[in-house]
């Protein structure tokens, strides 16, 4: 839902009763096989990859909590759920709602920060040439290759090595970066650092865009569990991406490689990479200007 500044929403018992099973429902489609998984010491590739690379409980994405400036009434204090009653929440005359004066001063910097990442981040010209080589960098001539425990390479290791040679290598993004194998790093034309995010992040990078729920989890409960959901939801489409264009074997997955070894390969990577970027750029939109409401407050 999207609020302006001054608006004011209350939910009634009975409604957000129903928005929080509603919610429930549409996160299950995403953590029930991981959580199943989890419990047997098995592991999915691509559907499981976001609560492994991201740590957060499965619960956070499960249980709804409205954003700021969402009321929720009640008659009965006894039976609101218990994370309704901690500090950040308020209660009076039957309603409770986020309390904003709550915020830390080092959690309003932390929030700051974010939004200015965020908005560095949209501001900053996309790269659609990547082609998701970084994959296949984290894996040049490497002694031991990262997910070998979990699949098979598709190709050989030669042709892996004479595809990343034969391409520009120009990841900007650090967490992605940091896995390159040692003999790919210098071939990365750009040398990302964590002190350097806002100057070299930008809005085509999958990994950027995946990283979107990683800063609304952080942002949480504020910017409420609906954005949440949906920058979650985007994740998991742009992790299927990265995976799909990687050099690994998922068939056993039944995962159907985008061969970016090839120029059609490469034009489709493009043109899937640039549908989700403008759905990612909607996203870090909403959460620029919900983190921009809180902080404007206090």
């Known amino acids: 839902m999207d609020l ?3 608006a004011k929403v209350i939910f009634e018992w009975d409604e957000w009763q129903l928005i929080c099973d509603s919610h429930l429902a549409e996160a299950q489609v995403f953590t029930e096989g991981p959580r199943f998984r989890r419990d047997r010491g098995e592991e999915h590739p691509v559907e499981d990859f976001l609560f492994r690379y991201y740590p957060y409980p499965i619960a956070l994405l499960e249980l709804w909590q409205p954003e700021f400036g969402v009321s929720l009434r009640f008659d009965d204090i006894d039976a609101l759920p218990t994370r309704f009653l901690g500090k950040r929440y308020r209660t009076d005359d039957g309603v409770c709602e986020l309390d904003v004066k709550s915020i830390s001063e080092k959690e309003r910097q932390r929030l700051s920060w974010i939004q200015s990442l965020l908005t560095a ?3 900053h010209m996309p790269n659609f040439a990547c082609h998701g080589l970084h994959e296949w960098a984290m894996v040049y001539r490497a002694e031991e290759i990262r997910h070998s425990s979990l699949a098979p ?10 595809l990343v040679e034969s391409r520009p290598i120009a990841c900007t993004h650090h967490d992605a970066f940091r896995f390159f194998s040692k003999q790919a790093l210098l071939l990365n034309r750009i040398q990302p650092t964590l002190d350097t995010r806002h100057v070299n992040e930008q809005p085509g990078c999958v990994h950027a865009n995946m990283d979107l729920y990683k800063w609304a989890a952080k942002s949480m409960p504020w910017i409420g569990s609906d954005l949440l959901l949906e920058t979650f939801r985007l994740a998991t489409r742009l992790r299927d991406l990265d995976m799909r264009a990687s050099p690994y074997d998922l068939s056993a997955w039944g995962v159907v490689p985008v061969k970016i070894e090839t120029p059609e390969g490469r034009r489709n990577y493009e043109a899937e990479q640039r549908k989700l970027a ?3 750029r909607g996203l870090r939109g909403k959460l620029i200007a919900s983190l921009g409401r809180v902080l404007a407050i206090g």
């Open 4 to 6: 302006t500044e001054t």
């Open 121 to 123: 981040t949209q501001s």
């Open 153 to 162: 390479l598709r190709l050989t290791q030669w042709e892996i090595d004479k």
């Open 278 to 280: 403008e759905e990612a």
